[in-house]
């Protein structure tokens, strides 16, 4: 049986063309209403751009690190006319700390692992994190028996001591002290994951572009890596900061007295055990920071001043603890106006 036809009805002229013109004007409508969503959405963004300074991140958090320096003040290094280092280390670099210029370089941009200079980004992004100097922090096995077994340098605290924040910045600048990097990173930001993650976006910011970190003591690691020219940007913004200056510049501290140091514990700057630092006529080495792994060689990075100017060199892979010591040297006495 075949089925019985439908008849559909079809509109006439009039009700199509009334269909057309409301469909039309529907169109309009949307198209209108997306364009001042955008307008709107713009305007909005303009009056609640983020502008405030860095801000101390909650424990256990991850903040973001915002670079308050205006663009035009952004440290560049510019080279196009370094001269060449003569050095034992494999890199090196000389820098003019107000200009950015590069004085005088060898491959200062090839990849070299940064060992203990590692804790100069430690010291920066913790500076900007943790605000009372005087807090206290208990050290704990946990921080220490890792690094024992790894055999990395300890500041001396023992575990269930209490000493302040103050206590490890120096201890882990002067004696490189990776229990007093992991201890800081653990204040600062709730566990050392976190707080390298930290490092890693100031890095960043900085416009270290061949950097990158695994960790906050210099342990070696293949995927923790950086440049002697990356490390100069690093130093330079470092030093902005007084306090972490002052810890970089330090031959000595004792900290804390507690029950287990009645005395407190001396620390003492590698930097400073191995030159005095008015070895170069006329120049000033103020400070900076010693690194070393077998996989990183011996590194050092060191700020001067000559003639009221300030100056700034780093080293890396070098094959004993006196072949960045001498070139340093070297390239103060050889390379500066």
């Known amino acids: 049986m075949s ?13 199509r063309r009334r269909k057309i013109y409301y469909g039309r004007v529907a169109l309009a409508l ?31 958090t991850v903040s973001a690190i915002r670079n308050s320096k205006p663009e035009e003040q952004v440290f560049c290094l510019q080279g196009e006319n370094a001269g060449t ?7 090196g670099i000389l820098v003019d700390d107000e200009t950015g210029e590069i004085l005088a370089e060898k491959d200062s941009d090839q990849r070299i692992y940064p060992a203990s200079l590692t804790k100069v980004m430690t010291l920066l992004v913790a500076v900007e994190h943790l605000e009372d100097l005087d807090a206290s922090f208990t050290m704990t096995s946990a921080i220490i028996d890792p690094l024992y077994l790894d055999d990395a340098t300890i500041t001396g605290i023992s575990p269930g001591e209490t000493v302040t924040v103050r206590d490890l910045f120096y201890g882990m ?5 990776g229990d007093a990097a992991v201890a800081l990173a653990t204040l600062a930001a709730g566990s050392e994951e976190a707080f390298v993650a930290l490092m890693n976006e100031k890095a960043s910011i900085l416009g270290m572009e061949n950097t990158h970190f695994e960790n906050v003591s210099g342990m070696h690691h293949e995927n923790q890596y950086s440049t002697v020219a990356d490390l100069a940007v690093l130093l330079h913004y470092t030093l902005e900061n007084e306090f972490a200056k002052t810890v970089l510049s330090a031959a000595t501290y004792t900290t804390t007295k507690t029950e287990k140091h009645p005395e407190g514990i001396e620390l003492q700057s590698t930097l400073f055990s191995r030159m005095y630092g008015d070895e170069v006529e006329g120049v000033a080495i ?22 009221g100017k300030q100056y700034l060199s780093v080293f890396c892979h070098g094959t004993d603890q006196w072949d960045p010591v001498y070139d340093t040297l070297r390239c103060y006495e050889e390379q500066l106006p």
Do not use: N, R
Not at 34 to 55: A, H, M, N, R
Not at 85 to 91: P, S, V
């Open 30 to 60: 949307l198209l209108l209403t997306g364009i001042l969503y955008g307008c709107v959405k713009l305007i909005l963004s303009l009056f609640t751009q983020d502008t405030s300074p860095i801000e101390s991140a909650p424990a256990g």
């Open 173 to 177: 600048i002067l004696p490189s002290g």
């Open 85 to 91: 280092l003569t050095a034992d280390c494999l890199t």
């Open 286 to 307: 103020l400070g900076g920071k010693t690194g070393y792994t077998k996989a990183a060689g011996q590194c050092l990075m060191t700020f001067a001043q000559k003639d």
């Open 3 to 15: 089925e019985k036809p439908i008849d559909i009805p079809v509109p006439g002229p009039k009700k």
